[in-house]
């Protein structure tokens, strides 16, 4: 069965300081990923996706980037976090299109972010 | 780009009793998917309608999509305490491989 994984699962760092947020899947091959932040009490906010290895589209221009070094890895940078960047930030895959006609996500555990 | 509405945005309900959320798309989906989101927890997937006026169940909830795949509702009946949560619905276009997530219809239960 697949699994998702995403660490830390809290986090508090301060104004200008680096981020990483590392996203992992496993029992599945060529998964699309993506990377969401859902503000307290609000919706998900797509901040990229990725189809394969190296291939990131990014859905809001702000401070973040995405990578994909591995086929099963997704993560998510910033060299200087800002205060509005706090939030919970989800990691989910689905199955890749060309072979999956049903393109549910899944999601991780999630990561809360607090900039302070 | 594409947009996607639910209301309502809070939804307080008296256990036992029914109650309806709508999630409307600014653009004709291919599919839509419904998600339900615990409190501290992340969304978990419940249902994808496919079909142009697909009526689907599951339990006590009831999903439809409309007719012209620009909206979709989820009709819970005798709600109960275990309902509690945030119900997110999702759109897809026929293009591309992301989904655009509604706000949210975030339900509360008087017991």
């Known amino acids: 069965s697949q699994t998702i994984h995403q660490w830390p699962a809290t986090l508090v760092q301060p104004v200008g300081s680096p981020l990483s947020l590392e996203c992992t899947v496993e029992?599945?091959?060529?998964?699309?990923l993506y990377w969401y932040r859902q503000a307290a009490g609000r919706g998900l906010q797509l901040l990229f996706y990725?189809?394969?290895?190296?291939?990131i589209s990014s859905e809001v221009p702000q401070n973040l980037s995405a990578s994909r070094p591995q086929d099963r890895q997704f993560i998510l940078s910033s060299k200087k976090l800002l205060l509005s960047d706090s939030g919970f930030y989800l990691c989910?895959?689905?199955?890749?299109?060309?072979?999956?006609?049903?393109?549910?996500?899944?999601f991780g555990p999630g990561t809360r972010l607090t900039v302070t | 780009g594409q947009q996607v509405m639910q209301i309502p945005q809070y939804q307080h309900v008296q256990e036992g009793e029914d109650f309806t959320t709508y999630c409307n798309s600014s653009?004709?989906?291919?599919?839509i998917q419904w998600y339900k989101q615990r409190p501290g927890g992340h969304p978990v997937f419940l249902i994808q309608?496919?079909?142009?006026?697909e009526v689907k169940k599951q339990k006590r909830l009831t999903f439809q999509f409309g007719e012209a795949k620009k909206n979709s509702s989820l009709h819970i009946t005798a709600t109960q305490t275990t309902d509690v949560g945030t119900y997110f619905c999702?759109?897809?276009?026929?293009?591309?491989?992301?989904?655009?997530f509604g706000g949210g219809t975030r339900v509360l239960v008087k017991p």
């Open positions: 029992g599945t091959s060529n998964p699309n």
């Open positions: 653009t004709t989906l291919s599919n």
């Open positions: 989910a895959w689905s199955g890749p299109g060309s072979t999956s006609g049903t393109y549910e996500q899944y």
């Open positions: 990725s189809v394969g290895i190296g291939q």
């Open positions: 999702a759109g897809k276009t026929a293009a591309g491989n992301k989904l655009t």
């Open positions: 309608l496919v079909k142009s006026g």
